[in-house]
Nanobody, 118 residues
């Protein structure tokens, strides 16, 4: 099983980006999916998380600006980020709780860099 994150880049403050995270491999089902971020010198923190049935939770810093969603048919999760601020600059990681035929595990993508210029 692999998670592939994409969509990061350089954007001006106030701009938008959409991150994608696609799972591939021998997947039976994907339970919760989430986005985390790690800024230089800081710990990795939760940004947003979504369950299989669409229930969501957000970090306070993301509420009102970011939207997490998923397409179960495509094994893909998304993070729409609007009104970006310089403090959103970080490497963004997706993760997912995935069941294969033999095991349930938590998997991480490789990270995608988001840089917000002020």
């Amino acid at each position: 099983v692999q998670l592939q994150a994409s969509g990061g880049g350089l954007v001006q403050a106030g701009g938008s980006l959409r991150l994608s995270c696609t799972a591939s491999g021998s997947i039976f089902s994907i339970n919760a999916m989430g986005w985390y971020r790690q800024a230089p010198g800081k710990q990795r923190e939760l940004v947003a998380r979504i369950t299989r049935d669409g229930s969501t939770n957000y970090a306070d810093s993301a509420k009102g600006r970011f939207t997490i969603s998923r397409d179960n048919a495509k094994n893909t999760g998304y993070l729409q980020m609007n009104s970006l601020k310089s403090e959103d600059t970080a490497v963004y990681y997706c993760n997912a709780d995935i069941s294969t035929i033999t095991r349930l595990g938590t998997y991480w993508g490789q990270g995608t860099l988001v840089t917000v210029s002020s």
